[in-house]
């Protein structure tokens, strides 16, 4: 099955760079142990500039992540995390076998 690839990418301003870091740490901490792989990145050259990066194994996994109840242990660390971000862009691939 075609897994899904997801990014977000934004900007943090320099003063909140602390504060972005540890409500991101919430949610590495949270997908951890799932199926789904996460990873953040900070744009080689943009100081500040970071993308998320998510893998589901499968189209009805990434469906069910817009599932409010799903991802209700780190909504407070999301709303955080987009109440910093600036330019937010996102992305969604479908992978080809």
């Known amino acids: 099955m075609a897994r899904i690839?997801?990014?977000?990418?934004?900007?943090?301003?320099?003063?909140?760079r602390g504060e972005y870091l540890q409500?991101?740490?919430?949610?590495r901490a949270f997908y951890e142990n799932s199926d789904i792989?996460?990873?953040?990145?900070?744009?080689?050259?943009?100081?500040?500039?970071f993308q998320e990066i998510y893998v589901y194994p499968s189209p009805e996994?990434?469906?069910?992540?817009d599932d409010p109840e799903?991802?209700?242990p780190i909504s407070a660390s999301l709303e955080k995390i987009y109440?910093?971000?600036n330019s937010v862009r996102y992305?969604?691939?479908?992978?080809?076998a």
């Open 37 to 49: 792989n996460f990873s953040l990145f900070e744009v080689k050259g943009k100081h500040n500039h």
């Open 23 to 27: 409500a991101i740490a919430n949610v």
């Open 83 to 85: 109440s910093l971000a």
């Open 5 to 16: 690839h997801f990014s977000v990418s934004y900007s943090i301003a320099d003063g909140k």
């Open 61 to 65: 996994s990434y469906e069910a992540s």
């Open 91 to 96: 992305e969604v691939s479908n992978e080809i």
């Open 70 to 72: 799903t991802t209700a």
